[in-house]
């Protein structure tokens, strides 16, 4: 799935401009915050403030499937830097851990399958 920029109204706080703007760059919606009210208070108040409403009438809001796929990517995302959208080692460790659980329990519903009479039975209906 492409990225694209959209309003997160979910995460955001206003209009959900800084969280689209980290999620499209790949980074924590805290930091992206800190640097917009950084560059308003060191004096780009009006520019700061003329591109956050322009943005907010401009950008789309967020879909909702939008949301779910971001969320599968960003699980299984390491976070290498402070500033970048992922989890610690720790965290992606057990996810992967839970994943790979639920994988190998369908694993074995679907051997479980292939090896029973129901689907040599299957099997040979499909054949005629």
């Known amino acids: 799935m492409s990225k694209e920029l959209y309003r997160d109204t979910a995460n955001g706080k206003l209009s959900g401009v800084c969280a689209g703007v980290a999620h499209y760059f790949g980074m924590e919606v805290w930091l992206v915050r800190i640097l917009v ?17 322009a943005l907010s009438f401009m950008l789309e809001k967020q879909p909702a499937n939008y949301v779910e796929s971001i969320k599968s990517q960003q699980e299984h995302k390491l ?3 402070p500033w970048q959208a992922g989890q610690s080692p720790e965290r992606l460790l057990d996810t992967l851990e839970r994943d790979m659980a639920s994988l190998e329990g369908k694993v074995r519903d679907i051997e479980a399958y ?3 009479d129901t689907f040599k039975v299957n099997r040979e209906f499909s054949k005629l």
């Open 37 to 53: 009210i950084s560059a308003f208070l060191l004096g780009g108040n009006f520019l700061v403030l003329l591109a956050y409403i």
């Open 79 to 81: 976070k290498n830097k």
């Open 114 to 116: 292939v090896t029973s």
